[in-house]
T-cell receptor
């Protein structure tokens, strides 16, 4: 079945440093979504990528969808303590009926 | 809009008891999803509905779990009998429609502890 992996599992950074998490699928995806879950909270939608090679930006966050539509990345520039949380990618295959969530990358930001 | 509403927010019960979790999706959303989140297994899709009809329940762990959606504004997830390994955070999410892979809006979750 479809598998979605994320690396790293955990990341500790000093405030102001950059952070990147990578998402890899065992199969080609039709689209991918990114969610953020604060500690004790619920997943909150960040963005959806659909096109091969697509790049989208939200302030300090940059999202990329790979050319082969099998991987994606989320990059945060100059992290802040408000960026703390777990970042999940969720991928859907062209024939899939629903998204499969990756295991998430837990980000800690030290002030 | 109040967003997706779940109740209760916390539930502590003893093994063997019946547990019912409730969800009210965002008005107008056609899709409703039930997820379970644990440290070991991450976020797992249990079942989802489209227009109140169950579409995919392949994620339901076993017969002890059942879900219903009697109308567009209410769904329940029932565990009977509950076991300690059912302890997890259960999320309900709804999606506006178009497809089951549209943006999902999650509720605050129900933290279930089975002793």
């Amino acid at each position: 079945g479809q598998q979605v992996m994320q690396i790293p599992q955990y990341q500790h950074v000093q405030e102001g440093e950059d952070f990147t998490t990578y998402c890899n699928s065992s199969t080609t995806l039709s689209n991918i979504q990114w969610y953020k879950q604060r500690p004790g909270g619920h997943p909150v939608f960040l963005i959806q990528l659909v096109k091969s090679g697509e790049v989208k930006k939200q302030k300090r966050l940059t999202f990329q969808f790979g050319e082969a539509k099998k991987n994606s990345s989320l990059h945060i520039t100059a992290t802040q303590t408000t960026d703390v949380g777990t970042y999940f990618c969720a991928g859907a295959t062209p024939r899939g009926q629903n998204f499969v969530f990756g295991p998430g990358t837990r980000l800690s930001v030290l002030p | 809009d109040a967003g997706v509403i779940q109740s209760p927010r916390h539930e502590v019960t003893e093994m063997g008891q019946e547990v019912t979790l409730r969800c009210k999706p965002i008005s107008g959303h056609d899709y409703l999803f039930w997820y379970r989140q644990t440290m070991m297994r991450g976020l797992e899709l249990l079942i989802y509905f489209n227009n109140n009809v169950p579409i995919d329940d392949s994620g339901m762990p076993e017969d002890r779990f059942s879900a219903k959606m009697p109308n567009a504004s209410f769904s329940t997830l029932k565990i009977q009998p509950s076991e300690p390994r059912d302890s997890a955070v259960y999320f309900c999410a709804s999606s506006p429609g178009g497809s089951s892979t549209d943006t999902q809006y999650f509720g605050p979750g129900t933290r279930l502890t089975v002793l």
